[in-house]
């Protein structure tokens, strides 16, 4: 068993540049994969073990930090990317290992010194260890990518024998709507348009316009939404042709998110929300009366 444990997404892509950040630290690793087809993905263990875990990507955090704690034991550094996956399983394995954790390094300088952004990016934290066992996720893009070989030995987990909680989350998600980063029209909802009786016509608008739906912080913080459809500065980045922002005021935070739109369409009570003001097309009224209005004019 190496000290270096690396905790990976299958179908993240990004996977060479977060080899190339751990080859820093200058050790060995074990590396885990989860993913349904994750012995799919080129790996280069150096002298370590792989293990796949053939879970949907789309299990839940508490899901995996469960399945992954028995191999998360006895690690001087347990990594992972700054992804949503990341983000979202990396506090949970440390809550249970009781151990610190970094979160979005960018520079690794040697076993205890690390890297990372602070206050938006504005300034460069420098982090020095005591020593003992950390977790971190790296932002992948500030690391060149490296190529690996396809890895000969691995060992297949078996989840059914692990915990019959993956039965309730290995399908991947059912979901017809296109990827939110893909869309040609992407619904954004904001704080304003998630109530019990706006929600089933902000779906059916998105069914109509084959549109990917995405929301603001608060829309993800309160759980209406999964954090990955989060659009902004610390969520996704987007370009569609058209965004339809529902409900939302536009504050800097999420305008960074949708730079490259072409068209921006917003629908606001407020006129005077900085996104209304920013807008193509600017709709004043409440969403309860607009939103039936738009579906019959479809
Ligand atoms: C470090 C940091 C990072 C952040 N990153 C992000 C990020 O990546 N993405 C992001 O989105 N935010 C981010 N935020 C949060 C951001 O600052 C805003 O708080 C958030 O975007 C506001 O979301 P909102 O527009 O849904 O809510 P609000 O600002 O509350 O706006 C709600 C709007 O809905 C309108 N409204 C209410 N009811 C109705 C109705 N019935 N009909 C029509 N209109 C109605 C209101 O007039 C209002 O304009 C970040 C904040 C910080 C500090």
Not at 42 to 70: D, N, Y
Not at 109 to 137: C, H, K, M, N, Y
Not at 176 to 196: D, F, H, N, S, Y
Request: proline share 7%; hydrophobic share 45%.
């Amino acid at each position: 068993m190496n000290a270096l444990l690396i905790l990976h997404r299958h179908n993240h892509n990004e996977w060479a540049r977060l080899l190339a950040a751990t080859a820093k630290l200058n050790q060995g690793f074990d590396v885990i994969v989860c993913g349904l087809d994750a012995d799919r993905l080129p790996i280069q263990p150096l002298h370590g073990e792989v293990l796949l875990l053939p879970v949907a990507a789309e299990a839940g955090p508490e899901v995996l930090s469960e399945l992954l704690l028995p191999y998360c034991q006895k690690r001087s550094h347990i990594v992972a990317g700054t992804d949503h996956w990341g983000r979202d399983l990396m506090p949970r394995l440390a809550a249970q290992l009781d151990l610190p954790m970094i979160s979005e390094v960018t520079a690794i300088a040697g076993p205890q010194q690390w890297s990372r952004p602070s206050w938006a990016g504005a300034i460069e934290q420098s982090i020095v260890g005591d020593g003992s066992s950390v977790l971190f996720t790296v932002r992948p893009q500030g690391f060149s990518p490296v190529s690996g070989d396809i890895a000969k030995d691995y060992q297949r987990l078996s989840v059914a024998e692990l915990t019959p909680l993956v039965e309730r989350t290995i399908e991947p998600s059912q979901s017809m709507r296109p990827q939110l980063t893909e869309a040609k029209t992407v619904i954004a909802v904001g704080r304003g348009a998630c109530t019990e009786q706006l929600w089933p016509l902000v779906e059916a608008l998105a069914d109509k316009l084959e549109a990917a739906i995405g929301g603001t912080r608060p829309v993800i913080d309160s759980g209406w939404l999964p954090s990955e459809l989060q659009v902004g500065q610390t969520g996704q980045l987007i370009a569609p042709e058209r965004y339809i922002g529902l409900g939302i005021s536009g504050a800097t935070q999420h305008m960074a998110g949708i730079k490259q739109a072409k068209t921006v369409i917003a629908v606001n009570q407020d006129a005077d929300a900085p996104l209304m003001q920013l807008a193509d097309y600017a709709l004043t009224g409440e969403l309860d009366k607009v939103l039936p209005e738009l579906l019959a004019s479809i």
